[in-house]
């Protein structure tokens, strides 16, 4: 049983937008921290933003801060990755991972701990 699942990824153009989905089966799900991240070809995986359990905290890189915005409805399990002025440095596999803590306000954006990923979704910006 997959405990995480993206979609939404795709092909854009660049200045595109994309909404990315991570679709969770997890109990307790307001408990576990989602952080997002992402692979480009020849690149180490990075983290790129991540939402507190109760949706109040949330972190960007610098490589994303003010053109992504994560967002979360605990009542659905699902985390959201509005993704905005899209350039071809974006493109990557994306990847969310969840890690579960007993704080609803805490925000890791570190791979450390982590307790389950998702299978990744391409995102590709390109003209």
């Known amino acids: 049983q997959l405990q995480l699942v993206e979609s939404g990824g795709g092909l854009v153009q660049p200045g595109g937008s994309l909404r990315l989905s991570c679709q969770a089966s997890?109990?307790?799900?307001?408990?576990?921290?989602i952080t997002w991240f992402r692979q480009a070809p020849g690149k180490e995986r990075e983290p790129i933003s991540c939402?507190?359990?109760?949706?109040?905290?949330?972190r960007y890189s610098e490589a994303v801060k003010g053109r992504f915005t994560v967002s979360r409805d605990n009542a659905k399990k699902t985390v959201y990755l509005q993704m905005n002025s899209l350039e071809p440095e974006d493109t990557a596999v994306y990847y969310c991972?969840?890690?579960?803590?007993?704080?609803?306000?805490?925000?890791?954006?570190?791979?450390?701990?982590?307790?389950?990923w998702g299978q990744g979704t391409q995102v590709t910006v390109s003209s």
């Open positions: 939402v507190s359990g109760n949706g109040t905290n949330t």
């Open positions: 991972a969840s890690r579960s803590t007993l704080v609803p306000t805490m925000c890791f954006m570190t791979s450390k701990d982590i307790d389950f």
């Open positions: 997890l109990d307790d799900f307001e408990y576990d921290v």
